[in-house]
């Protein structure tokens, strides 16, 4: 061909390796012509390169460009390579003979596009230090099923992650990627922690792996509590933390128990040290904050957490912990709290919970739940679905006793009462030495506090085989710091 087409052939290496690059003159003009007439507002003029074909002993690469100025922007070849190794040098080879051939490159707007391999974006870097280097999306979407097949997972699988890469693509913005990206994550991680095997992994991730000096993981074995809520170790920690000298504890957790249980541990105990629970996300809740606001209504907070959702408790369709939170500061101070009272009788647990779902459904002027219902089905103009009414008075009670015991019986009361013990004297926050290390501005807490006391342990685990149980068993870890 270099004898009938002049100018085809420009360059052909034989030793140590073979190397030939190939461009037709009419083509490199065509392009010269193209970058001059691209205006400056035009987006930049797109080259793309790929070593495309195994022909045997040799493979080809190709660099094409999109041709802007027809209206399908057809892409046209600009030149070739033939080469017998995938390596750095032969692509520097190559892309010296571009630049040899364009020396606008380096002044003009141009944009690389290239599938991810080292050798030729290193090439590219060497020889086109100022030519900006973006990735294939075709290459990226087969690279996620060549992944995702490769951890053992199916054809829908490979489906759900191409779909999440698409939209992370399609972001016009920086703003919007990261938005975009933290709704991904959060929804990737809840599905990947509800998987029980998932979870056994990443608790014997967090016991093996080192994560610093400066930190100490605390297993069931050397807990301060010998019981299987995670949710009540943190607040068992929260305290020990606290009643030492902590000046700030931060947990991390997306878990509205613990922001719930830190919110009434920080009203009831008078914690004046700085409280913070930190979301996945990265939102920050200032607990003293929420504390100094709800005031007395604090009191009421676990009982309203009980009545419209928590671990052991239904819920009330459509009422979200926003809504049951309005609908606790309207009701009397002196009629929640009996959810948390010992020896409640049935009728005071009764007209808390009527009170509560009153409030709750904007019906306070109603004289019973029955009504309520009858009242809210006629008004509608279309029959509602019978989740959205309210519970019946019968429902109610029951849904009232069970939020009674769950107070009542769970370890959020048990740690209630071994608060009142000589081993857990009332915490008091003045003086006390801190502990733990010092990291930075932060202080990260060490376990140095005695064993749970006997009888609560009895309490939460009424089992004989159950203490022998939890010894065999990993334990649920929530990290937190505290200085």
């Not at 700030?248 to 009434?264: A, C, E, G, N, P």
């Not at 009996?338 to 004289?367: C, H, M, P, W």
């Not at 000589?422 to 140095?448: F, M, N, R």
């Not at 342990?457 to 929530?478: A, D, G, V």
Request: hydrophobic content about 35%.
């Amino acid at each position: 061909m270099a004898e009938y087409l002049e100018g085809f052939i420009r360059e052909m290496t034989i030793y140590p390796n073979m190397v030939t690059v190939a461009a037709l003159p009419e083509m490199v003009e065509e392009f010269k012509k193209l970058l001059l007439l691209l205006p400056q507002s035009h987006p930049p003029q797109m080259l793309y390169y790929d070593t495309t074909f195994n022909m045997g002993d040799f493979y080809i690469s190709t660099l094409l460009f999109s041709h802007g100025a027809f209206q399908e922007r057809p892409t046209t070849p600009l030149a070739i390579m033939a080469h017998q190794t995938k390596d750095q040098k032969s692509h520097e080879a190559f892309f010296l003979q571009i630049l040899h051939m364009l020396p606008e490159l380096t002044s003009k707007r141009i944009v690389i596009c290239t599938d991810r391999e080292a050798a030729i974006e290193n090439a590219i870097e060497k020889v086109l230090p100022t030519v900006p280097i973006v990735n294939c999306w075709n290459h990226l979407m087969q690279n996620v099923k060549h992944t995702v097949r490769g951890c053992g997972g199916t054809k829908k699988d490979v489906e759900v992650y191409q779909a999440h890469l698409n939209q992370l693509l399609s972001c016009i913005s920086l703003t919007q990627y990261h938005t975009v990206k933290q709704d991904i994550s959060s929804m990737c991680r809840d599905k990947v922690m509800k998987n029980k095997t998932n979870k056994r992994r990443l608790g014997e991730l967090l016991c093996t792996h080192s994560i610093g000096d400066h930190i100490k993981m605390v297993s069931r074995a050397d807990s301060i509590v010998t019981h299987d809520e995670a949710d009540v170790s943190l607040i068992s920690y929260m305290l020990d933390a606290a009643r030492r000298g902590a000046t700030t504890v931060h947990i991390l957790s997306d878990d509205t128990d613990v922001f719930v249980l830190m919110v009434y541990w920080c009203w009831k105990v008078g914690i004046t040290c700085h409280l913070q629970m930190e979301r996945w996300d990265g939102t920050v809740l200032n607990i003293n904050l929420t504390v100094e606001n709800l005031g007395e209504q604090c009191r009421s907070i676990l009982a309203m957490h009980a009545l419209s959702r928590c671990d052991t408790t239904s819920y009330p369709a459509g009422k979200g912990k926003v809504s049951a939170l309005k609908a606790m500061r309207v009701v009397p101070d002196d009629l929640l709290h009996f959810i948390g009272e010992e020896g409640a009788t049935d009728l005071q647990i009764t007209e808390a919970v009527r009170g509560f779902f009153l409030a709750l459904y904007n019906q306070r002027k109603s004289a019973s739940l029955n009504v309520a219902r009858y009242d809210i089905y006629q008004k509608r103009k279309t029959p509602p679905a019978l989740k959205t009414l309210p519970p019946t008075e019968r429902n109610a009670h029951l849904h009232g006793r069970r939020a009674y015991r769950s107070w009542k019986n769970t370890t959020w009361r048990a740690w209630d009462t071994s608060l009142k013990t000589e081993e857990h004297p009332s915490i008091k926050l003045a003086g006390g030495i801190p502990g733990g290390y010092q990291v930075g501005q932060k202080e990260v807490w060490q376990k140095t506090a005695p064993d749970h006391p006997g009888h609560c342990r009895e309490n939460i685990h009424p089992n004989p085989h159950s203490q022998e149980h939890y010894k065999r068993s990993l334990h649920k870890q929530e990290i937190f710091s505290a200085g």
